[in-house]
């Protein structure tokens, strides 16, 4: 299949507004007709069902949550980009549109990241309308704060959780379609299977956990909201639940997963502390705003330090490494997440790490405190300090914050067109499910404006042009794709559950999430990965071998739901280590050592890979076919990202 | 239903007829014992009598006598139905719950407290103001009904004195909680104000019992 | 330095976890033992300990609901030793760490317990009265699309401070859990102060108390009776003074709507 971008003519900033009105409408009064299922109901997902409630069609949400307001969107805790210029400091939407662009180091299109850059403005909008609170300066005015990466204040926040209140505003939303009967709400469903009918995207099947029922549901159009990836390492900054799944389940129905190997490492998050840990908990960025990153200069003073000879109080600030404000002068501790994360690396791999396992650096308050007093900076950070403390039983007040990088986002997913299609005709994908708007790298506070962009103001225009050129006539599960997809999905549970080997699903998922840390992480090699794909090959044979589990289809069995994800995250596993190989280039997080400058930071190739790697499944253990959809940089010039 | 049965009978609707009414017979209560305190007084009971003979027979006051009977049974039926309702919300309870950690007794016991002071109620009100209304007290030198003389030997016995300290004990935990508690379910929470009612709560709650306990104990003790 | 201390020692604990198949069957407490637990471990950590011990001797893990693990998703249900979200305040259980214990501890868990919040499973239940309560009326009716600029409506420093603390509300339902009575009504005003604080909630101020409370009653909770156990358990600091001003908007919803239902 080629891969058709369908990205408008015109001049960049017209494209959108020219596109809307290019596309087809559905009548008013046919939108009732329509149905579509939407998986997930994080910020993508729920603000998608939500709207296009409104507009009339029939909604069917699902999650597997017992409640919406669950979704992993809710643990986001900086901020939310737009381009409002509320703070008179020069920004634009043609400013956003270029710190993303170059944030995600060239490797995003053009036209989705101008659109997403516009479209900001309009989500402050409607978040405020719904009641969302946001920060507010004493005039009573929205504040803003800067975030990572940019040279501006356009970041809009709730404290430390802007994540949750802007899935409770989209929550509302949705809850209020619920209310009128637009939405039917299916919760505790998790989407096993995808039904492709004549080459569409015609339903999807799903498990009750409560009961284990196996339905089938059908719609004119299916859109996965489903979020990342990024528990494919196990130890991630997502929630335990957060899988690939669904997407990985379309993805082998034929839609095109696009630059899996973009993951993002978050520089600011606690580190781990030992073998039982079962995910990683995130700092916010904006603590980067105040908080100065830094090691010994020296090994020797660090390994005194980890020894417990010395306390941190007793380094002189001369003998003190603040390697980001060192290196980068102009951006300083504020540069991107993976220029930090791999910094913090760095000095770690040196030596000079701090914390019993030397895999930490320092993030310190002392100078703010200095400067601002206690209160102000508690009135920033109360939040976050709090929850630091609970988890390491350490005052940050007093101590300087021990961080280190773990994995928060993907930034690849399944491939989409302008429209937010996928390669399979009436299967869309928003929000962190789909690839599109951040390259190799995404900057802070950008993936709440995505997931919102996607679902408040794309999806229902585009979604109609799609629905406008069939019939509104009634879908029904009757096809056989749906018994067929339905039986597929009850003969691999009883495979699952028929092993009765002797390892748990974790152990596997454990397993996975090393190899992949340590060969697919912050910084790969070919013989890395090469060795990789062969562990996980292995680990993907001994998973189908000597798995165990117990407890059966038909009730709550939550063993059973890790090992489908888990079985999923093998594959996908190796594709992104096919990925990271085919990829011999570094760019944004995607850090090959056989490619970077003298001074260690990453060289892209853009004569060669300035292509998004779109990825064909062909069956199982078979190498997966590429297609490439080459990224056209008509506003931008291709440079190399300097922070310094 | 119309809307003044749903307003009414919804949970919060009868939260507000409780609070409502507990408050008013907060001022009773201060009625009553400001009254009462002629017991004090040194002249054979004779001021007592008067005011107990004024209290008996003044239309108006017979008429608000009617109002405290409808705010006492107001209070007990609603606050019964809210204590029916709310045992129900929880069929099957904890094997491990431990309150006294996140709240004091007397807050979780407004049902028990209130029980027991309707028993001790049903007691006074038998005791004295049936006798007082309808019974065959002997006159006063005033030939006002001598009712003194009925509450000073009730007093010379120890489980009946017992009985009332014991009330009045179960009233100040009950006046604890329930006079700020009464403020809360109207709504009037407020930072400036709501820290003044509480420390006023427990000045009322104990001024008042401390007050009636005084008057059993003064009369077995030293009279 | 706790946080960081490699000599933590390791402990062993007796575990009195409620057992339940599903939602019809009789439920009972089990015993188990845990060995070498880290004090550095989350207390769901812990459990995960548990799970992977059961399934090993072929037993069936322990069900519990739980996602994010770092305190907002409100997923972590669990009443431990008596208390709604364990024995530290402000902390859900995922937060609840194992050095607040200490070896030999025996430690009771069970599952939030109201008849509005049925058992699916184990330590797993259903809290979807939460959503129906606010589909009852919990948001603001704004179609996506035609709003004005955000900037438009300034709201007090203050007051939005105010709504903003009400709307931290994780729906945990830890504030049914702790209440002698299973109220729902600390959960219930947050978003009804939330929304009534702020200028854009204004419009459906009355008829949004009405309905969610109707809701909330219909739902089987309790009545509150301001013992104060939910703000006491509440993870997030939910304040009382919105149960005031829930009230208040109901009294005065009640007496000057034009709703005759």
């Known amino acids: ?644 | 239903m119309s809307w003044i049965t749903k307003t009414f009978t919804s949970s919060i609707g009868r939260k507000v007829i409780v609070a409502i009414t507990g408050l008013f017979l907060c001022t009773f209560l201060v009625v009553h014992l400001v009254g009462n305190l002629q017991l004090f007084k040194d002249d054979g009971g004779a001021a007592f009598n008067i005011y107990s003979h004024f209290m008996g027979t003044n239309p108006v006051i017979r008429t608000l006598e009617w109002v405290l009977v409808l705010g006492f049974g107001f209070h007990i039926y609603e606050s019964y139905t809210l204590a029916v309702r709310n045992r129900a919300a929880r069929k099957v309870g904890y094997v491990d719950s431990r309150p006294s950690e996140n709240s004091p007794w007397y807050s979780r016991s407004m049902a028990l407290l209130g029980t027991l002071i309707l028993i001790f109620l049903i007691v006074h009100m038998y005791n004295f103001f049936y006798r007082a209304r309808f019974g065959d007290l002997d006159p006063d030198i005033n030939n006002n009904d001598d009712l003194y003389t009925l509450v000073v030997t009730s007093f010379k016995q120890w489980w009946y004195v017992l009985l009332y300290v014991g009330a009045q004990i179960a009233l100040c935990y009950h006046l604890i909680h329930g006079f700020r508690s009464g403020f809360q379910t109207l709504g009037l929470n407020h930072r400036k104000y709501t820290p003044i009612i509480r420390v006023i709560g427990y000045i009322f709650a104990i001024v008042v019992c401390a007050g009636f306990a005084s008057m059993p104990l003064y009369f077995y003790f030293f009279k | 330095m706790a946080g960081n201390n490699p000599n933590a020692k390791p402990m062993n604990l007796t575990l009195k976890v409620w057992r339940q198949r599903n939602r019809n069957s009789e439920g009972k407490i089990v015993e188990y033992q845990v060995k070498d637990i880290s004090p550095e471990m989350s207390f769901l950590e812990m459990l995960d300990v548990l799970n992977e011990d059961l399934l090993l001797k072929g037993d069936e893990p322990v069900a519990f609901d739980h996602d994010c693990r770092e305190g907002i998703c409100g997923s972590c249900d669990l009443f431990i030793n008596g208390r709604a979200h364990g024995p530290e305040k402000g902390t859900t259980t995922c937060q609840l760490h194992m050095r607040k214990f200490s070896d030999g501890d025996t430690i009771t868990i069970e599952p939030w317990r109201a008849n509005a919040f049925p058992v699916n499973r184990d330590l797993s239940v259903d809290r979807s009265a939460f959503d129906r309560i606010i589909q009852a009326g919990g948001y603001i009716s704004v179609n996506t699309g035609g709003v004005p600029d955000g900037n438009e409506i300034p709201i007090p420093k203050n007051i939005a401070d105010k709504a903003f603390e009400a709307a931290t509300c994780i729906s945990c339902g830890a504030c049914v859990a702790a209440c002698k009575n299973a109220s729902a009504m600390l959960f219930v005003s947050a978003k009804i102060s939330q929304l009534a604080l702020l200028p854009q909630g204004q419009v459906e101020r009355k008829t949004r108390v009405e309905n969610m409370v109707a809701q909330m009653d219909k739902e089987g909770f309790g009545a509150c009776t301001n013992i104060g156990q939910c703000a006491a358990e509440c993870p997030v600091g939910i304040s009382l003074e919105n149960i005031a001003l829930m009230n208040r908007e109901f009294i005065s919803a009640k007496a000057t709507s034009e709703n005759l239902a």
């Open chain 1, 1 to 644: 299949m080629n891969l058709d971008s369908k990205i408008p003519e015109g001049p960049l900033a017209e494209k959108w507004e020219k596109h809307k009105f290019n596309v087809k409408l559905v009548n008013p009064a046919n939108k009732r007709k329509y149905d579509v299922i939407i998986v997930g109901t994080g910020l993508a997902g729920a603000s998608a069902a939500a709207s296009l409630a409104e507009l009339g069609y029939n909604v069917k949400a699902f999650t597997y949550h017992d409640s919406p307001r669950r979704a992993h969107s809710i643990a986001a805790q900086g901020g939310i980009n737009a381009a409002k210029n509320y703070q008179n400091d020069g920004d634009s939407v043609f400013r956003l549109f270029y710190d993303t662009i170059k944030g995600g180091d060239y490797r995003s299109r053009e036209a989705n990241v101008y659109r997403l850059a516009q479209v900001s403005v309009n989500i402050i909008d409607q978040c405020v309308a719904q009641g969302v609170p946001f920060a507010r300066e004493y005039g009573g005015l929205l504040a803003n704060r800067s975030f990572g990466g940019a040279q501006v204040s356009r970041t809009f926040y709730a404290r430390g959780q802007t994540g949750q209140q802007l899935l409770l505003g989209a929550y509302s939303a949705l809850s209020r379609q619920i209310a009128y009967g637009k939405v039917k709400m299916y919760t505790r469903s998790e989407m096993l299977e995808l039904v492709v009918v004549d080459g569409k995207a015609r339903g999807i099947v799903t498990r009750n956990l409560i009961t284990g029922e196996i339905e089938t549901h059908a719609a004119h159009a299916v859109v996965l909201a489903t979020g990342g990836y990024g528990n494919v390492f196990y130890l991630s900054t997502n929630a335990k639940y957060c899988n690939v799944t669904a997407p990985w389940r379309a993805h082998k129905k034929g839609a095109y997963f696009a630059n899996p190997c973009f993951t993002q490492i978050h520089p600011t998050c606690i580190p781990v502390s030992g073998d039982y840990q079962s995910k990683l908990t995130l700092m916010s960025e904006s603590l980067r705003n105040d908080g100065r990153v830094w090691v010994p200069k020296t090994k020797e003073m660090a390994e005194r330090l980890r020894g417990g000879q010395i306390r941190v109080a007793d380094i002189p600030e001369e003998e003190r490494d603040y390697f980001l404000e060192r290196k980068y002068p102009s951006f300083g501790n504020l540069v991107p997440r993976d220029v930090a994360s791999r910094n913090a690396k760095q000095a770690c791999d040196e030596g000079r790490g701090v914390g019993s396992t030397g895999l930490a650096v320092y993030l310190d308050f002392a100078d703010a405190i200095k400067r601002e007093g206690v209160d102000k900076v508690s009135q920033k950070y109360g939040n976050l300090f709090a929850m630091y403390e609970k988890i390491t039983a350490e005052n940050p007040y007093e101590l300087p914050m021990r961080i280190y990088p773990a994995v928060h986002y993907t930034m690849g997913g399944l491939w989409v067109d302008y429209n937010l299609m996928t390669s399979i005709p009436g299967l869309y994908a928003t929000g962190e499910c789909n690839f599109s708007d951040h390259g190799a790298n995404r900057l802070g506070a950008s993936a709440l404006m995505q997931g919102l962009a996607d679902g408040y103001f794309v999806i229902p225009y585009t979604i109609g042009d799609y629905l406008a050129q069939m019939p509104p006539t009634p879908v029904t599960t009757q096809h056989a794709a749906f018994k067929e997809a339905e039986e597929a999905v009850h003969a691999r549970t009883q495979k699952l559950l028929s092993i009765k080997g002797t390892r748990t699903p974790n152990e596997f998922h454990k397993a996975l999430g090393h190899i992949m840390w340590d060969h697919c992480g912050m910084s790969r090699n070919a013989e890395g990965l090469q060795f990789a794909k062969q562990e996980i090959q292995k680990l993907r044979r001994e998973f189908w071998s000597d798995l165990k589990l117990t407890g059966t289809n038909e009730e709550l069995n939550q063993m059973l739901e890790i090992a489908g994800r888990v079985a999923d995250f093998l594959e996908l596993g190796e594709l992104m280590v096919d990925d990271a190989l085919n990829r011999k280039e570094s760019c944004g997080g995607h850090f090959r050592e056989e490619y970077q400058t003298p001074e260690n930071e990453a060289l892209r190739d853009d004569e060669n890979f300035a292509y998004v790697a779109a990825w064909e499944w062909t069956g199982d253990n078979q190498p997966e076919t590429l297609h490439k959809e080459e990224l056209q940089f008509e506003n931008v010039k291709l440079t190399q990202r300097s922070y310094k």
